[in-house]
């Protein structure tokens, strides 16, 4: 069966045009805001083959223990609710994506309560039986809650969507009127990723199928309702295995790859290590 091809923008639907190839996926642009996504549209198994057990276990462009990271991304959901609470009191939340529960776990820390999605169901039911969490086995988009929530946290999802404008449509539906929506995900014109190119990280499909930046990632929230209040550059950690994991994955066959594979196996495999790239970023929308 032949692949199905998108050639309108999923922010803007302006025509795109073809950029480059990344392991046989080719990157398109739009010209009017500046988003990238995938020219194919994933199969409908693709999130339960890219967010497999393998995808939390076997490294790659994935994690290769991703429970081992727990405290550091309690830590990191902890910071997030520190932000929230500049611009509103703790309520109800929906955590999208949640995986095993760890940033829902922060934010739980700071006094929010609520809810977790995830499609895999192994890393559900850690969050469930291990944190004592409500960590559903789903969807975004065919979850069934009952409830609108004070928060939406998409924190490292956005760019996995298939189709974000529709994702936002249902964060929309989900959100109370003045509600929050938190976003966190990676900058295409970031320094970084513009001085590496193609060969930035992120550009990683299939895993990855969209390449945001503010601009765009506002023009999208804004088209569903929500406006930017504010936005930074979250301080984030990951384990020595996870750095050696990825310096793997990017670098297998490069010349460049073995010396940096050798640094990267002196790292202790639990110490966390500042992410030294700026091509991070988050915001956070209040519905309006």
Known sequence: MPDTIRTACCVCEEETSRTFDVSGHWI???????????ETIPPGDHVASVYSDAYFTEGGAGYPDYVAEGDML???GRRYARILSRH???GRVLDVGAAAGFILQGLVDGGWSGIGVEPNDRMAAYARTELGLDV????????????Q????????????FVDPSTAFRRVAELTRPSGLCLVETWNRRSLTARLFGRNWHEYSPPSVLHWFA???LRALAARHGFEEIARGRPKKRISGAHARSLVRHKLEGRVI???LRWCAALIPDRLPIPYPAEDLFWTLFRRR
């Open 74 to 76: 309690r830590k990191h």
């Open 136 to 147: 559903r086995t789903g969807a975004l988009e065919t979850v069934e809650v009952d409830e």
């Open 257 to 259: 790859g073995a010396p």
């Open 149 to 160: 929530f004070d928060l939406v946290s998409l924190i490292q999802v956005i760019a996995h």
């Open 28 to 38: 398109r642009a739009c010209p009017s805001c500046g988003h990238r996504q995938t």
């Open 88 to 90: 509103a009191s703790p």
């Open 214 to 216: 503010p601009d765009d």
